[in-house]
């Protein structure tokens, strides 16, 4: 193994989630800690596309950081590197001795929580969970929900373009160069439909990932009306709520952070008044026993980008979105917005230090919490 050095280490690794393009540190990053004294290895991309990270690995190469081959944080990284990444480990059932710093989905009853928790028992390793980076308030220093959100009305407008046009269920998506494409392609999309623009309902429409939804579907074209603007206020009498049934898209951006109210039952999807065919859970908590979609009980992907389901009654089949990394639709955009709030959190690893910085602090406590419950 490696020898450490005095200057944090961190170490890049390649993501192993099919078609996960983003990055949490892009070349432009790492040259700017490198400079701040960091140590920094970069895993090359594996190379099959579909898992190709969204930058070069030559342009972390020119920057300066020290390259190594996919996966080999497991064996060649120093005891007290933080692993770097953003979507799951290799499920491979290994010890894990490192800190990482990723979204381990883990410490809200998701499937396999324990498993993954007593992987890090097992090894004396720590997860600094990025879902969980929160300042003073409670707030997280850094997330992807606006560009989540965004990417999340996308895929259901293409949806339901999908159904109108006579093409559904959707077909594979792939990543786009950049926002201009996207709003592009959507708007065709939307055109070939024709007829009155989709009702688009957004729950959570305030938050960072409601907003990001709004802005996609201003961007698309559609008109004020059409976009139904949900939060606190519309929710605070609690669940069900029928008159989501009559929108024709559905999107769900909400934070759950404890059991709530069903928003829709499998029942209620039934009623001869539905006009629904269309739902995106961009909160994708499919795992989740307090999940406020039951019927949103399966992830979809980028190369099946939805499920359907046959209600009794109602305007037809209802297609269902459940991708669990939309932001990775535009990777590079998403990956730099990630990173500039993110930064000023990966620079107090070194002054003042994990043991000192208030974020770090509040995320290792947490871990240590979760991981004892996850002996029991």
């Known amino acids: 193994m490696a020898s450490s050095t005095s200057a944090p280490h961190l170490w890049l690794r390649a993501e192993v989630k099919a078609q996960e393009h983003r990055t949490p540190l892009p070349p432009a990053a790492c040259a700017e800690l490198l400079a701040a004294g960091f140590s920094i290895t970069v895993e090359k991309s594996f190379p099959e596309e579909h898992r190709a990270r969204c930058f070069p690995d030559a342009q972390y190469a020119d920057a300066g950081c020290v390259m190594a081959e996919p996966g080999t944080w497991q064996t060649e990284a120093p005891r007290d590197a933080y692993i770097l990444g953003l979507k799951e480990l290799p499920e491979d059932g290994s010890d894990l001795k490192h800190k ?5 989905h883990a410490y809200k009853n998701q499937g396999g929580w324990k498993d993954l928790l007593n992987r890090f028992n097992a090894g004396g390793g720590t997860l600094l969970d990025m879902e969980f980076l929160t300042n003073e308030d409670g707030r997280r220093v850094a997330a992807f929900g606006f560009m989540a959100g965004f990417a999340g009305a996308f895929v259901a407008l293409d949806a339901w373009a999908a159904q109108k046009i006579g093409d559904a269920p959707l077909k594979a998506i792939t990543p786009y160069p ?90 209620m999807l039934d009623s001869e008044t539905r006009k629904l065919t269309v739902v995106c859970d961009v909160s994708c908590d499919t795992s989740n026993p307090h999940n406020p979609l039951p019927f949103c009980d399966k992830a979809t992907t980028f190369v099946e980008p939805t499920f359907r389901i046959e209600p009794k009654a109602g305007a037809g089949p209802l297609d269902i979105v459940a991708i669990d990394h939309l932001p990775t639709l535009l990777p590079v955009e998403s990956s730099t917005m990630y990173c500039n709030d993110l930064m000023p959190t990966i620079r107090e690893l070194k002054e003042p230090g994990e043991e000192a910085a208030p974020v770090w602090i509040r995320a290792r406590k947490l871990f240590e919490e979760k991981a004892a419950l996850a002996k029991n």
């Open 100 to 104: 990482h710093i990723y979204f381990g």
């Open 178 to 267: 950049g926002e201009d494409a996207l709003i592009s392609y959507i708007k065709g999309r939307l055109a070939a439909a024709g007829g009155k623009p989709p009702t688009v309902m957004v729950m959570g429409a305030l938050g960072r990932c409601g907003s990001g939804a709004v802005t996609l579907c201003e961007k698309a074209g559609l008109p004020a009306d059409s976009i139904l603007k949900w939060d606190m206020a519309e929710t605070k009498a609690g669940g069900p709520f029928p008159a989501i049934l009559g929108a024709d898209v559905f999107v769900n951006c909400i934070y759950l952070s404890k059991p709530i109210p069903p928003f829709l039952s499998t029942d």
